[in-house]
């Protein structure tokens, strides 16, 4: 397994951007499928993006395809996730995650086994 850091939340005005950094610890990083998931209150924690682990293959939910983009720097082992034109129903905690590479990108949160600890991404209207 890896470690997980999550960073970049914060508070935003509709239309606005943020850029989360997830950094990740474990020499078997380029090994992982990453994705970002959030959470609102009282919802169950939702997919919004996976990317592959050469990078070559992304995964976007419907409601961010667009709007979202991510990307990862195996050389740095950070997974980063620039989001613009923000909504205030992004408002959400965001969760970095790692999975192993059985697919190109993983949706499901089960299949992935690590977790960070969140950031909040909170987008006012």
């Known amino acids: 397994q890896v470690q997980l850091v999550e960073s970049g939340g914060g508070l935003v005005q509709a239309g606005g951007s943020l850029r989360l950094s997830c950094a990740v610890s474990?020499?078997?990083?380029?090994?992982?499928?990453m994705g970002w998931f959030r959470q609102a209150p009282g919802k169950e924690r939702e997919v919004v993006s996976s990317i592959s682990r050469n990078g070559e293959n992304t995964y976007y939910a419907d409601s961010v395809k667009g709007r979202f983009t991510i990307s990862r720097g195996n050389a740095k082992n950070t997974v980063d996730l620039q989001m613009n034109s923000l909504k205030p129903e992004d408002t959400a905690v965001y969760y970095c995650a790692a999975g192993p590479g059985f697919r190109p990108v993983l949706t499901n949160p089960g299949d992935f086994n690590s977790w960070g600890k969140g950031t909040q991404v909170t987008v006012s209207s």
């Open positions: 474990g020499r078997t990083y380029s090994t992982y499928v």
